[in-house]
């Protein structure tokens, strides 16, 4: 999922990596300096297409990708469906992007956004969000689940291992437990679950 001109593009194929390159050598995504992506297998639901991470929250506005699982998901959802939220796929993930989009429209902040999110759910999770109105910025949680922090000159990185961004920093941080962490090109924030810095 890449943020371009104010619009999430996002595009995902379950199986091989070579199916999603396959799929954007045929539809490139545009080009993009604020991005998150997601190889992982289905944990609820079959390995497909619709299963496969970035989930969109409603509208289409917030991508979130997931690694872990979130343990109240089934009891979430039915309160989201209840609200008139329209679920896609069978995953525990779609559940917390709705959530990330709800808690946006009242936020308007990803930071606090994704620290409701995360308050909200049981089990081990990292989130990693982006918002279409927020372009160069990221923000990440976790408990439970790993989440590691890439400091560069005039980019950051997040990875669940410093594997994901060693070509690009050498200079790492492993986020702390029931941690919120806020990544522009300029900066990082990095925050509890109840907004101590």
Request: proline share 4%.
């Amino acid at each position: 999922a890449l943020i371009h001109d104010g619009e999430l593009h996002c595009d995902k194929r379950a199986g091989k990596l070579a199916n999603l390159e396959k799929s954007l050598a045929e539809s490139p995504l545009p080009s993009a300096t604020t991005g998150i992506g997601h190889t992982r297998w289905a944990t609820h639901g079959a390995p497909t297409d619709i299963n496969a991470h970035p989930h969109l929250g409603q509208r289409g506005r917030v991508a979130l990708i997931h690694n872990g699982i979130i343990e109240n998901f089934a009891e979430l959802r039915a309160g989201l469906e209840a609200e008139g939220h329209e679920m896609l796929s069978e995953t525990d993930t779609e559940v917390a992007a709705h959530l990330a989009a709800a808690a946006y429209a009242e936020t308007g902040d990803l930071t606090e956004t994704l620290r409701r999110v995360c308050n909200q759910l049981e089990g081990a999770f990292t989130l990693l969000i982006v918002h279409a109105d927020k372009p160069g910025v990221v923000a990440a949680g976790r408990r439970n689940s790993p989440l590691v922090l890439g400091r560069g000159e005039g980019e950051n990185f997040l990875g669940s291992d410093v594997a994901a961004f060693i070509e690009h920093t050498r200079e790492a941080l492993e986020l702390g437990q029931d941690q919120v962490v806020t990544i522009t090109r300029e900066g990082v924030e990095v925050t509890d679950f109840d907004g101590t810095p």
